[in-house]
């Protein structure tokens, strides 16, 4: 695949060269032998995807990494492609579906900012923290309404700008700090949101991933709804929620959330992300938004 001969090359390659290094989530392959070891390792939110969307969805994972969430979201039949610039991360992916013969699964090398995949051909598309690793998030967004039908959804994970703050300050902490702890890193892998249990690639890989990274942009709640209504999206829901004063309790992902104009309103979205600085930060300040497709 020819790359740009632009700056913005520049990016894709530095972060395509990082990736065939530390594929993501990179996992230790015996770990996945048969369908249930990849329905008992598939995360509570896989599990409330896989919940909502039907068996006859089609499906696209853009930047699908090492592919657990393709692979576990095609176990029930689904039609799913998943695509990725990395060709390490897709061939781990490829192993695992070949070993589980899932034969409605499909990977396919691509660059996100220029995808040859056809007009609305998906009911549900997912990117899932790539867009803030490429030149051009906004451009990415875009393409990736238009692969999207009419009625279906859009769902992009994104690294918060007042989320992410703490862990710029952990950065610098954990790296002076591993000048004379030898523990230091381990240590600060724990306070991650996410279960890293004993897979030692996978603790590799997420060390890397947030504390190594060779490009990051952060966004806001607002940036991320004004792509959306530039585009004919609407907003449904987002993870960790937006809206002030909303319950604790996690709704539905594809049901339109309700909420009164005020606790919806920019101030409220300022609020709310102020409050991400801490309850957020052991995540690396990552929310996901999700948006449907109305023309
Ligand atoms: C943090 S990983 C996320 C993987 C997966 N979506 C997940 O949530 O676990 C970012 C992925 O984006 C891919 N990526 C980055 N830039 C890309 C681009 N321009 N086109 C396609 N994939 C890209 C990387 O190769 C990597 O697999």
């Known amino acids: ?34 369908r249930e070891d990849l329905d008992r390792q598939a995360s509570w939110w896989a599990h409330k995807l896989d919940a909502e969307i039907p068996f006859d969805a089609d499906v696209l994972d853009a930047g699908c990494g090492t592919g657990q969430l393709a692979c576990f979201l095609g176990l029930k039949g689904r039609r799913v492609m998943g695509v990725d610039y990395s060709q390490h991360s897709l061939d781990l992916a490829a192993t695992v579906r070949d070993r589980l013969h899932l034969d409605t699964v499909h990977f396919q090398r691509e660059n996100l900012l220029e995808l040859s995949l056809p007009d609305r051909s998906f009911d549900y598309v997912f990117c899932n923290g790539v867009l803030h690793h490429t030149s051009d998030p906004y451009g990415g967004f875009k393409d990736l309404v238009r692969i999207t039908r009419p009625g279906g959804f859009v769902i992009i994970g994104l690294y918060n700008k007042f ?80 809206e002030l004063f909303s319950s604790s309790e996690v709704e539905k992902i594809f ?27 052991g995540g690396g300040g990552y929310y996901v938004m999700v948006g449907q497709r109305t023309e």
């Open 1 to 34: 695949m020819a790359e740009p001969a632009t700056g913005d090359g520049r990016i894709l390659r530095a972060v395509n060269l990082f990736y065939e290094e530390n594929p993501f989530p990179g996992f230790d392959p015996n770990k996945y032998r048969t």
């Open 163 to 242: 989320g992410r703050l703490m862990l710029h300050v952990r950065r610098r902490v954990v790296r002076l700090q591993m000048k004379f702890d030898k523990n230091a890193r381990d240590k600060a892998l724990e306070k991650q949101l996410v279960k890293l249990e004993d897979d030692s690639e996978k603790r590799r890989t997420w060390w890397a991933d947030q504390y190594e990274h060779p490009h990051e942009s952060v966004h806001t709640v607002d940036e991320t709804l004004d792509w959306f209504r530039r585009n004919g999206v609407k907003y449904v829901s987002s993870f960790p929620k937006a």
């Open 255 to 281: 049901r339109p959330r309700r909420s009164n104009r005020l606790f919806s309103s920019r101030a409220a979205h300022l609020l709310v992300q102020l409050a991400w600085i801490v309850t957020q930060n």
